[in-house]
């Protein structure tokens, strides 16, 4: 498959999948929790979060991070996105008013709330898995 087809397949299961697992490493072992993502018109990744988070201290002491996004658990054959990335933690409120839904409401008081930031996640590689007889397929960024 060509770059341009690879890209096209990978931004689809990005724009068709919010849920995935986001893996940290602390003390050389991955920690690793379901989040929901969205996307920009590119392959970044962003996952609200809280400042006080295990997660959020993790990614301060070590940036890698490792996503797996899109499977839909029916069996063989089900297309899914393997990322290795670095992530950085955002407090701008333009990317905190793009991510807010209602939802969030359970762990936060509101779009300003203090605690309330945002993990944005910068695909070095991104691995296609499960799509066809050519994968696994990997986009180099």
Do not use: C
């Not at 997660?55 to 297309?79: F, Q």
């Amino acid at each position: 498959m060509n770059q341009e087809e690879l890209r096209k397949k990978i931004y689809h299961i990005m724009d068709q999948h919010k849920v995935g697992t986001l893996a940290t490493v602390k003390g050389n072992k991955p920690h690793t929790r379901y989040m929901t993502f969205s996307n920009d018109d590119e392959f970044t990744f962003y996952t609200p979060t809280n400042k006080e988070t295990h997660k959020a201290e993790e990614i301060d002491e070590n940036p890698h991070v490792h996503i797996l996004i899109g499977y839909e658990g029916e069996g063989y054959g089900d297309s899914y996105l393997e990322v290795e990335g670095q992530a950085k933690i955002r407090d701008d409120q333009k990317i905190k008013d793009w991510l807010w839904t209602e939802q969030m409401e359970r762990w936060f008081s509101g779009k300003g709330d203090p605690e309330y930031i945002v993990l944005e996640i910068y695909p070095e590689s991104i691995r296609l898995m499960n799509a066809d007889a050519d994968t696994p397929e990997t986009l180099e960024l």
